[in-house]
């Protein structure tokens, strides 16, 4: 609740912002201020349920008013990258006429009603075609050539599902629209990489039920994400997928078979999981055959530091969701060593999934939704 309270709070800064940068520095007609406060204040509240659903509200409710507030976050990001923009031609101008000795008043507001009303509308334009982006999961396939991999298991086609997000503006209906995708697929083993949820289990555990309905021979697996734990006892997350059929791996591994030869699943709490729960790589590679060949589950690509010291063959993470809405896919590699796709991380080759599905705004801007399918190959 206090997370609520002290987002609610920013966000009513923010939106006061956005009246004095839109209408006072505009000079805007007085017969339009009322309707738009009006407007800012409505998108200030639904901003507000947004990130209360599914944390203190009910998304039975509260994910119609989300979705609209979320969506709008995205829209002030635009707003205010556009603003800094027009403030810095502003700034140009200022400098400019002083230099030739003018007054630069009338040409400032007239760049700064045009920039703002341009600003206004490629803000709303660019988040709408990230509405339809984030909407529905791309399944992209990757071949993966790996050394030490058993001969009987080239080819073996593994999904890869992280970052669903499922509560505050998605319930039930995008996460059956992921598993049907998955399913038609026909994927040898899925693996379902953290950040699953936003909110409680009381609240959005029923959003998860068509997990229950993942199909693949050699099993499916999952592991702790950083939102598992933000809306309480992850612990209590872990438990509840236990019951929708899935092989939850905490700080632990399992062995699957093809023909007459084997290899482990690891799977390791997320980087930031608060105790008990706190990742334990050691714990989870202990007594292994050094000979077997290693997939490792951990949801952010930085834990792969520590799975090349182990000699982990192979890492899947997420996390990253690519950076989700561009430009923010340029501040990713500040925390981690990979914001997509294939990489190699010491001996460990990491693939990095950009997620199904969106946190804050269930918008993607240069950064489609993911469903990755890796057929891993003898290389």
């Known amino acids: 609740m206090s997370r609520v309270i002290?987002?609610?709070?920013?966000?009513?800064?923010?939106?006061?912002?956005?009246?004095?940068?839109?209408?006072?520095?505009?000079?805007?007609?007085?017969?339009?201020?009322?309707?738009?406060?009006?407007?800012?204040?409505?998108?200030?509240?639904?901003?507000?349920?947004?990130?209360?659903?599914?944390?203190?509200?009910?998304?039975?409710?509260?994910?119609?008013?989300?979705?609209?507030?979320?969506?709008?976050?995205?829209v002030v990001l635009y707003l205010f990258l556009g603003t800094v923009l027009v403030g810095l031609v502003c700034t140009v101008l200022r400098v400019m006429f002083a230099v030739m000795r003018r007054e630069s008043n009338n040409a400032r507001l007239r760049v700064s009603r045009i920039g703002s009303s341009i600003v206004a509308l490629v803000s709303v334009v660019t988040v709408g075609y990230g509405l339809v982006?984030?909407?529905?999961?791309?399944?992209?396939?990757?071949?993966?050539?790996?050394?030490?991999?058993?001969?009987?298991?080239?080819?073996?086609?593994?999904?890869?599902?992280?970052?669903?997000?499922?509560?505050?503006?998605?319930?039930?209906?995008?996460?059956?629209?992921?598993?049907?995708?998955?399913?038609?697929?026909?994927?040898?083993?899925?693996?379902?990489?953290?950040?699953?949820?936003?909110?409680?289990?009381?609240?959005?555990?029923?959003?998860?039920?068509?997990?229950?309905?993942?199909?693949?021979?050699?099993?499916?697996?999952?592991?702790?994400?950083?939102?598992?734990?933000?809306?309480?006892?992850?612990?209590?997350?872990?438990?509840?997928?236990?019951?929708?059929?899935?092989?939850?791996?905490?700080?632990?591994?399992?062995?699957?078979?093809?023909?007459?030869?084997a290899i482990d699943i690891a799977g390791i709490n997320d980087a930031t999981a608060p105790a008990p729960y706190e990742p334990d790589l050691a714990a989870a590679l202990n007594g292994i055959d050094p000979d077997r060949f290693v997939l490792l589950m951990a949801h952010q690509p930085k834990q792969a530091v520590e799975a090349s010291d182990f000699g982990v063959d192979m890492q899947v993470s997420g996390h990253t969701h690519g950076g989700q809405i561009w430009p923010i896919r340029y501040l990713v590699p500040l925390q981690q060593p990979s914001v997509e796709g294939l990489d190699a991380i010491g001996n460990t080759t990491l693939y990095t999934t950009r997620g199904a599905g969106a946190w804050g705004p269930p918008v993607r801007v240069a950064a489609p939704p993911e469903i990755a399918m890796l057929e891993l190959t003898r290389g």
């Open 133 to 261: 982006e984030a909407a529905t999961p791309r399944v992209t396939n990757t071949a993966v050539a790996l050394g030490g991999l058993p001969a009987e298991f080239d080819g073996v086609r593994v999904a890869l599902v992280s970052d669903i997000h499922a509560g505050p503006s998605r319930g039930a209906d995008f996460v059956r629209k992921v598993v049907d995708s998955v399913n038609a697929q026909k994927p040898d083993v899925v693996l379902l990489d953290g950040d699953l949820i936003d909110g409680t289990v009381e609240l959005v555990g029923a959003d998860l039920e068509p997990l229950r309905e993942l199909d693949a021979p050699l099993g499916v697996f999952a592991v702790s994400g950083n939102h598992e734990f933000y809306a309480g006892d992850g612990g209590e997350w872990l438990d509840f997928w236990s019951t929708l059929g899935i092989d939850v791996l905490r700080n632990e591994r399992t062995t699957i078979t093809r023909g007459d030869a």
């Open 6 to 74: 002290f987002v609610g709070v920013f966000l009513l800064l923010v939106t006061l912002f956005l009246h004095w940068r839109f209408l006072s520095v505009t000079e805007a007609p007085k017969r339009l201020r009322r309707p738009v406060d009006l407007l800012l204040a409505l998108l200030w509240l639904c901003a507000v349920i947004g990130f209360g659903s599914g944390v203190v509200l009910d998304p039975s409710w509260a994910r119609v008013p989300a979705f609209v507030g979320l969506t709008w976050l995205a």
